[in-house]
């Protein structure tokens, strides 16, 4: 007895130390300069969490614990090892392996024989637990598949649809009252883990690529709030508390990421947002621009004296980043103030551009948000965009037709010279046109933006200083 009781303070020790790291770990990550402390903390939580739960008595076989670790192992190390541009889908995957981890849990304490049959309050938070584990599964795997490409980027829609997505989530929220009441229905359980697989399928379709960010962190908040369910059901203090940190983080990440699309969860959800309007291809294609070359692009930043650097997804696809940093380095060296501004949902998951930018090592008090940079760009004598699009639309201020009208942008087209780096003319994410492109400001540099910067970066390093 005197060995389990030790056992059990080693436990709740290590859940206690690691509950704590968590909590750290949320809080250092939200800063640049305090996010590699916040990843190890972390991961060092989640290393003792683990080590404790395989200090419980209850275990009498390790054998498949084992082997099961091997295979995660297995599985996991080459996930990791994706390219930056691939860490959105990655993420995205990760939700996915942990919505299946809670619906499997689910399902086995649902089936597991019991002496004492489970309270109507367990019975609710396992059917919930289940219920957004199975909708996390399946909607995390086709928001994946959209930022993969593997699946249309552009909204499914049909008549009718969101009245037949949220009919089906009924369906599956009454058969779960009904196993409140009569737990010993116990052939009913299949419909609360089937519906919702289809409904996080049926989620997802309609919503469009450009709102992805916004989707990966609502389905994390689901996937924290299934775990949160899931430690009541196990009675585990530790999933309770990572589970909410996870679920309640999420939906802010999610709350902040709409208003800075200046558009409601509904919207999101529900508003089919990224339609293509093949009317605007047409129209683009007939429009005159102005282009430049590298080095017509060098000898103006060369003369300028504050530039401003706007980076997105097309870096990212790029890999630029490096190259970029090169550029940095070239344009302060010949005094020019450089700075870099960031939009919330540039790329493809929230702080996208932050981390391929501090990968490159670009000083942290150079990245300003929106709202920081965009009362500088009418002193800015040149506003450099690499691959970004959506987030520097006028139309969101300028067209009340247009499906982005009133959400934040960056006020690039306010700086005296406005430079995009772009293979073409297409559409962005959201596929509609950019006025942007066709301002008499407006210099087009097309090409890729590795290579294209990386011209710059020689003109400057052959020409003179200023």
Not at 13 to 40: D, E, H, K, N, Q
Request: some cysteine; overall charge neutral.
């Amino acid at each position: 007895m005197n060995g389990f009781a030790g056992s059990d303070l080693l436990i709740e020790v290590a859940y206690l130390i690691a509950t704590a790291l968590f909590i750290f770990s949320l809080m250092w990550m939200s800063s640049p300069t305090t996010a590699r402390r916040g990843v190890f903390a972390g991961e060092l939580g989640m290393i003792l969490a683990i080590a404790g739960t395989l200090l419980h008595r209850g275990i009498v076989d390790y054998k498949l614990i084992v082997i099961a670790l091997v295979l995660g192992t297995i599985i996991g190390i080459p996930l990791g090892k994706v390219q930056m541009t691939a860490v959105p889908q990655r993420t995205a995957l990760s939700h996915s392996f942990g919505a299946l981890c809670v619906t499997l849990v689910g399902t086995a304490e649902f089936y597991l024989p019991r002496e004492v049959p489970m309270t109507r309050f367990m019975m609710g938070v396992l059917c919930m637990e289940v219920i957004l584990g199975a909708l996390t599964i399946t909607g995390s795997l086709m928001a994946a598949g959209k930022l993969q490409e593997w699946l249309p980027q552009r909204p499914i829609t049909y008549k009718g649809q969101n009245f037949v997505n949220l009919g089906l989530l009924g369906v599956a929220v009454v058969v779960a009252i009904v196993l409140v009441i009569h737990p010993e229905r116990t052939h009913l359980f299949p419909v609360i883990v089937g519906i919702p697989l289809v409904f996080g399928v049926m989620m997802i379709v309609p919503i469009g690529g450009a709102d992805m960010p916004t989707v990966i962190s609502l389905l994390n908040s689901y996937a924290g709030l299934s775990a949160a369910a899931m430690g009541f059901v196990l009675n585990s203090k530790l999933l309770i508390v990572a589970g909410s940190l996870d679920g309640a983080s999420g939906f802010i990440l999610s709350v902040n990421m709409s208003k800075a699309m200046n558009r409601s969860f509904s919207n999101v959800l529900f508003g089919a947002f990224g339609q293509e309007q093949t009317a605007a291809t047409g129209t683009a294609e007939a429009k005159p621009v102005r282009s430049a070359t590298a080095e017509e692009a060098a000898a103006i930043l060369s003369a300028a004296n504050k530039v401003v650097i706007v980076p997105g997804y097309g870096m990212a696809v790029a890999q630029a980043q490096h190259k970029v940093r090169e550029l940095f380095d070239a344009l302060s060296k010949r005094g020019v103030d450089v700075k870099f501004g960031i939009h919330p949902v540039a790329g493809r998951m929230p702080g996208h551009m932050n981390v391929l930018l501090a990968e490159a090592d670009i000083p942290y008090d150079k990245l300003l948000d929106m709202d920081e940079i965009n009362g500088d760009f009418p002193q800015t004598d040149v506003a450099l965009i690499i691959g970004a699009n959506d987030v520097t639309n006028p139309a969101a201020r300028n067209e009340p037709s247009s499906p982005i009208y009133g959400m934040p942008i960056l006020d690039v087209d306010k700086a005296r010279t406005v430079m995009v780096i772009k293979r073409g003319m297409g559409a962005g994410f959201a596929g509609i046109e950019n006025p942007l492109y066709f301002l008499d400001r407006t210099l087009m540099l097309f090409g890729d933006a590795k290579g294209f910067v990386g011209n710059i970066v020689r003109e400057l390093s052959g020409g003179s200083g200023h």
